[in-house]
């Protein structure tokens, strides 16, 4: 384990007072973009993305009337940060709490299976949080790789900064498809068979490095 320094607790302290004031900006934003109808649908979507759907939510800027796509990225890269602040800062009082405490220790024994299935993510370290917080492995996220980061040593900080690097990819990502989606809808209605070729061939090129990713995470040396 890394030690921590004063000097470290006092930048997570003035972190979270500015990520604080990031949420207060951000949700001023909202309602001065939208009013109190689009700061309940950001509200709603936040929830949704929480408890079940993740940065799919984003997706949700595609219909009429919805907040826009890269609003929702936000939200989703900030509840990402929440937590990651929330854990680093107290993960052992979150785990010893009746509400959150069984849920967190599943999460760490969830996290502690998958760095048995995948021993390549200990030797990536800092980089190791941040695949598993990108790959499509069922447990994994903010709030587990949160939990992976103090297993494999990394501080406080290092691990919010894994967090931060990683759901800031996977929300751009989000945010682009679903921007190219909303930008050629009238396109994949006209040609249909090109538009299913070009992603057919996109997820295909996607997988296989995906499974070359697996590969090398599986190995232990």
């Known amino acids: 384990m890394i030690p921590e320094t004063n000097n470290e607790t006092r930048i997570l302290r003035w972190?979270?007072?500015?990520?604080?004031?990031?949420?207060a900006a951000y949700l001023a934003y909202v309602y001065a973009h939208g009013g109190l109808s689009e700061l309940t649908a950001v509200t709603t979507l936040a929830s949704g993305s929480f408890l079940f759907f993740g940065k799919l939510v984003i997706f949700g800027g595609l219909k009429d009337g919805a907040p826009p796509i890269w609003s929702?990225?936000?939200m989703t890269f900030l509840i990402d940060l929440v937590f990651a602040f929330a854990l680093a800062t107290g993960l052992l009082g979150l785990e010893r709490s009746p509400l959150l405490g069984g849920w967190l220790k599943k999460g760490r024994a969830r996290a502690k299976d998958v760095l048995r299935e995948y021993p390549g993510?200990?030797?990536?370290?800092?980089?190791?949080?941040?695949?598993?917080?990108?790959?499509?492995?069922?447990?994994?996220?903010?709030?587990?790789?949160?939990?992976?980061?103090?297993l494999l040593g990394l501080s406080r900080l290092a691990g919010i900064g894994a967090i931060a690097m990683a759901s800031?990819?996977?929300?751009?990502?989000?945010?682009?498809?679903?921007?190219?989606a909303g930008e050629q809808a009238e396109n994949m209605l006209k040609n249909p068979l090109i538009v299913a070729g070009v992603l057919g061939l996109a997820g295909a090129l996607g997988w296989s490095a995906y499974r070359r990713v697996l590969v090398e995470l599986r190995r232990k040396s």
Do not use: E, M
Request: proline share 2%; aromatic share 14%.
């Open 15 to 23: 972190g979270g007072v500015a990520l604080a004031l990031s949420i």
């Open 72 to 74: 929702l990225a936000l």
């Open 121 to 150: 993510l200990r030797r990536w370290a800092f980089f190791g949080v941040v695949a598993f917080v990108l790959l499509p492995i069922a447990g994994t996220g903010a709030i587990t790789g949160s939990i992976v980061a103090r």
């Open 168 to 180: 800031g990819w996977a929300a751009f990502a989000f945010a682009l498809l679903a921007q190219f």
